[in-house]
C-alpha cells in the first residue's frame, strides 16, 4: 500500500499564502486524476482542485482565482499554490491519486487560517 507523503500545511493570517506538496514514494503507473481534498471540522470531506492525465484543470468554486494546482516534474507530484487564504479555508488537506486500478491517499496536513 502506497501511502502520499504531504507537506507544507501551517498557521498563517488570512490574506496570506501557502504551499502545500505531494510526493508519492514509489512511482504509480497509469494515473487518471491528482487532486486535493480538505475536511474542515464537522463538515464532509470536499475536492478542491483536480489536474488530468492531460493537464486539465478544475477548482471548487470557493477557490477559484486564489488557489493553482500544478504536477511536478517526475509526474508523481503534485502542488497546491494557495493565495488569498481565508478562514473558512481552515481545514485538513488531502492529497490523491488516481490510478486505473488504484487510488491513493495521503496523511494529510493541517491548513489554519487566523482571522
Known amino acids: 500500500q502506497v501511502q502520499l507523503v504531504e507537506s507544507g500545511g501551517g498557521l498563517v493570517q488570512a490574506g496570506g499564502s501557502l504551499r502545500l506538496s505531494c510526493t508519492a514514494p514509489k512511482r504509480i503507473t497509469d494515473i487518471k486524476t491528482m487532486s486535493w481534498f480538505r475536511e474542515a471540522p464537522g463538515k464532509l470531506r470536499e475536492v478542491v482542485a483536480v489536474i488530468s492525465s492531460d493537464e486539465k484543470t478544475n477548482y471548487a468554486d470557493s477557490v477559484k482565482g486564489r488557489f493553482t494546482i500544478s504536477k511536478g516534474n517526475a509526474k508523481t507530484s503534485v502542488y497546491l499554490e494557495m493565495n488569498g487564504l481565508k478562514p473558512e479555508d481552515t481545514a485538513v488537506y488531502y492529497c490523491?491519486?488516481?490510478?486505473?486500478?488504484?487510488?491513493?491517499w495521503g496523511q494529510g496536513t493541517q491548513v489554519t487560517v487566523s482571522s
Open positions: 490523491n491519486i488516481e490510478a486505473s486500478y488504484h487510488s491513493y
